[in-house]
C-alpha cells in the first residue's frame, strides 16, 4: 500500500461518482477531455481542492480568492464568476448526493489548441472546467503512524521563472522530488529553495517545532497552503509562537517535531527525515495539539457557515 499524506480509506462508492466536465456530467470510465487540451499538451492549466465537510466547503473564499489569483499570474480569463463557480460545484455534489468527507479538486484548463503549440493564441475554445469529488476521508491509521521524508536534489523554483505559489498543472519537478525520495526508502520529499534553505514539501507545507516554538519557511518559495495560513493563524489566536523564517537542514535535523499541511490531511507528524529520527513519538504532543486546534477552527467555521 503506498503511505503518504494522501491516504484514505477504501470507499466503493468512488466507482460510481459524477464528473462535471463543462456543464455536463460523466461517469468515472466516461470522464474524457480531448488531447489538444491546452493542460494535456503543455500544463497551461490551474486547480484548486477543497473539502466538504457536514455540508460545507471548508475556506471556500480562501480557497476561491487563491484559484482568481492563479488565474490572473497565468493570464487566464474565465468568463465565469465566483459564485457561478460555486453553484457548478454545489450542482456537483447534489448529483453525487454528497454531504460530508468528500474531496473536490477543481482544474481548468485554458482552452482546446488548434494544434499542438504553447501558444495560447492558437486556444480555440473557452477554458475547459472539470470539477471531480470523491468521497476521502484521511486514514488516521497513517496519521499516527506519521510520514518519512528525504531531502530532494529538487529545488524548489525561484519566483521570477515558476513562482512555487502557484497551483498550475505544471508539476514535474515535485514529481521528479517524490521519486527521489520513494527511491531513497522515504515516503515523500522535502524540497530545499534556491539558497538552500527548507522550503516545502513535494505535494505539503512543512513545519518543524523547536523549544515550543513553530518554524516554517518564509513563504516566498513554497506553496501558498490555505492548511499552512490557518495553522500560522491558530498559533496566532492561541498565543503559539510561530516563525516564517530561513532555516536549514541544520535546525531540521535538530527539531523537537516536525509536521507537514495539506488541505486532505490537514496536519500529519513526521517521523523520520534522512534517515534520521525527529522527535521522540510517532505523533509528537505539540503537533497533536496544533492539529485539534486547526480541527477546531474547521468546526467553527463550519457552525458559522451553517448559521448563515
Known amino acids: 500500500m503506498v503511505h503518504g499524506t494522501h491516504n484514505a480509506l477504501d470507499d466503493a462508492r468512488n466507482n460510481d461518482i459524477k464528473i462535471y466536465i ?13 488531447v489538444f487540451d491546452s493542460g494535456y499538451l503543455v500544463g497551461d492549466g490551474i486547480w484548486e481542492a477543497l473539502r466538504l465537510h457536514k455540508g460545507v466547503l471548508v475556506f471556500l473564499e480562501d480557497h476561491l480568492n487563491r484559484l482568481w489569483e492563479s488565474a490572473a499570474t497565468v493570464g487566464m480569463t474565465f468568463g465565469f464568476s465566483k459564485e457561478e463557480l460555486v453553484q457548478n460545484i454545489k450542482k456537483t455534489l447534489q448529483n453525487n448526493n454528497m454531504h460530508d468527507d468528500v474531496h473536490v479538486r477543481i482544474m481548468i484548463t485554458r482552452g482546446i489548441k488548434k494544434t499542438p503549440s504553447q501558444d495560447p493564441r492558437l486556444t480555440i475554445s473557452g477554458p475547459n472546467v472539470v470539477i471531480i469529488p470523491e468521497y476521502k476521508k484521511a486514514s ?10 528525504f531531502t530532494s536534489t529538487i529545488r524548489r523554483g525561484s519566483p521570477d521563472y515558476l513562482d512555487p505559489r502557484l497551483n498550475c498543472h505544471s508539476k514535474l519537478h515535485e514529481v521528479q522530488a517524490l521519486i527521489q525520495a520513494i527511491e531513497a526508502g522515504a515516503d515523500e520529499a522535502l524540497m530545499l529553495d534556491v539558497n538552500g534553505f527548507v522550503s516545502t514539501c513535494n505535494a505539503t507545507n512543512f513545519f518543524i517545532v523547536k523549544n515550543n516554538e513553530v518554524w516554517t519557511s518564509t513563504g516566498q518559495y513554497c506553496m501558498n497552503g490555505i ?19 530561513n532555516f536549514s537542514l541544520f ?16 496536519l500529519t507528524p513526521v517521523t523520520k527525515i534522512d534517515g534520521r529520527t525527529i522527535g521522540t513519538k510517532s505523533y509528537g504532543d505539540f503537533t ?13 467555521s463550519v457552525n458559522n457557515e451553517l448559521k448563515k
Open 251 to 266: 535546525d531540521v535535523y535538530g527539531a523537537d517535531e516536525a509536521f507537514v499541511t495539506g488541505t486532505f490531511g490537514g
Open 140 to 149: 488516521e491509521e497513517s496519521k499516527e503512524k506519521g510520514i518519512t521524508l
Open 22 to 34: 463543462n456543464g455536463e456530467f460523466f461517469s468515472r470510465n466516461d470522464a474524457k477531455i480531448s
Open 227 to 245: 492548511t499552512r495560513a490557518k495553522v500560522i493563524e491558530v498559533c496566532k489566536q492561541n498565543n503559539i509562537v510561530c516563525k516564517q523564517k
Open 288 to 300: 497533536r495539539k496544533v492539529s485539534g486546534l486547526y480541527q477546531d477552527l474547521i468546526i467553527a
